[in-house]
């Protein structure tokens, strides 16, 4: 009996420790691929010669980021359980303009929280 309390106790920790570990992973893959889209944005707009915008909303499920003004819209896609901050203020909603000339407006810093507010991402968008 006790041997089996032992096990149980041991296998909830592995689990629980598991499921952590992927929570960071995922939170960091989706910031990944949110810079592989901005990166796409910005040589979407040199290459068609005209305004690319990128936009990010909070969503009950995450972070949620859209871009328009191009023939094929994208949108839904999401840096799942998280929220965002501008100089430490938390935001719902922030529009990003990418221009031809290679300028980023507004030129900011973004910090993105998972949802425990455990792991955290900064992302500058004036060093791309």
């Given at each position: 009996m006790i041997v089996l309390a032992i096990i149980s106790i041991v296998g909830s920790s592995f689990g629980?420790?598991?499921f952590k570990l992927i929570e960071k992973e995922r939170f960091y893959s989706d910031i990944k691929n949110l810079q592989k889209t901005v990166l796409m944005c910005q040589k979407m707009a040199?290459?068609?010669q005209g305004d690319v915008f990128f936009i990010l909303n909070k969503s009950s499920k995450g972070v949620k980021y859209e871009i328009e003004n191009i023939s094929l819209p994208m949108e839904k896609n999401l840096i799942s359980n998280s929220s965002m901050k501008l100089n430490?203020?938390?935001?719902?909603?922030i529009k990003i303009e990418f221009s031809p000339a290679g300028g980023i407006y507004p030129s900011l810093k973004l910090t993105f929280l998972s949802k425990?507010?455990?792991y955290s991402k900064e992302f500058n968008f004036k060093s791309l």
């Amino acid at each position: 009996m006790i041997v089996l309390a032992i096990i149980s106790i041991v296998g909830s920790s592995f689990g629980f420790w598991i499921f952590k570990l992927i929570e960071k992973e995922r939170f960091y893959s989706d910031i990944k691929n949110l810079q592989k889209t901005v990166l796409m944005c910005q040589k979407m707009a040199k290459i068609r010669q005209g305004d690319v915008f990128f936009i990010l909303n909070k969503s009950s499920k995450g972070v949620k980021y859209e871009i328009e003004n191009i023939s094929l819209p994208m949108e839904k896609n999401l840096i799942s359980n998280s929220s965002m901050k501008l100089n430490n203020k938390e935001i719902k909603s922030i529009k990003i303009e990418f221009s031809p000339a290679g300028g980023i407006y507004p030129s900011l810093k973004l910090t993105f929280l998972s949802k425990n507010k455990k792991y955290s991402k900064e992302f500058n968008f004036k060093s791309l």
